[in-house]
């Protein structure tokens, strides 16, 4: 069940595959600069997060470990990424729009090269989908 990704024109033409990993793809979105692309990506059954340039030619995944790592979201510098991940383990009480068991989901930060992911904000609860606050003018 492969779901890839694609980027386009802002009218929907040329479109340009991404991702061929013949897996999941989800949870694109585009660096500030709007050259790169963060998502995460379930190969070999391990979520984690990966990089690519618009035009798909250089991709580098960024997370490496056994839990999910998913839900990216660009810092305003461009320099990192905010993310959801059950690398510590455990279980939680879930959220009402989700099914049950529900696994530890903690908030990370990790620059581009995927150098020393910080845990920025963890509870016994489940912490889902990071976004950064737009900037103020």
Do not use: H, K, M
Not at 26 to 41: K, M, N, Q, T, Y
Not at 47 to 74: A, L, M
Not at 91 to 104: M, Q, T
Not at 105 to 133: C, H, I, K, M, Q
């Amino acid at each position: 069940n492969s779901r890839e990704l694609f980027v386009a024109d802002g009218n929907g033409d040329n479109p340009t595959q991404i991702t061929f990993f013949e897996s999941r793809a989800r949870w694109p979105v585009f660096s500030p600069d709007s050259e790169l692309i963060a998502f995460g990506a379930d190969v070999d059954d391990d979520w984690e997060i990966y990089i690519s340039s618009v035009d798909g030619d250089d991709i580098w995944r960024v997370t490496d470990d056994e839990g999910f790592d998913g839900q990216p979201d660009w810092a305003p510098s461009g320099a990192a990424i905010v993310y959801a991940s059950e690398r510590e383990g455990g279980s939680v009480a879930c959220p009402p729009r989700y099914p049950g068991p529900c696994a530890d989901r903690e908030l990370y930060l990790v620059d581009v090269d995927g150098n020393e992911p910080v845990r920025l904000y963890g509870t016994p609860a489940f912490e889902s989908e990071p976004a950064w606050r737009p900037e103020q003018d």
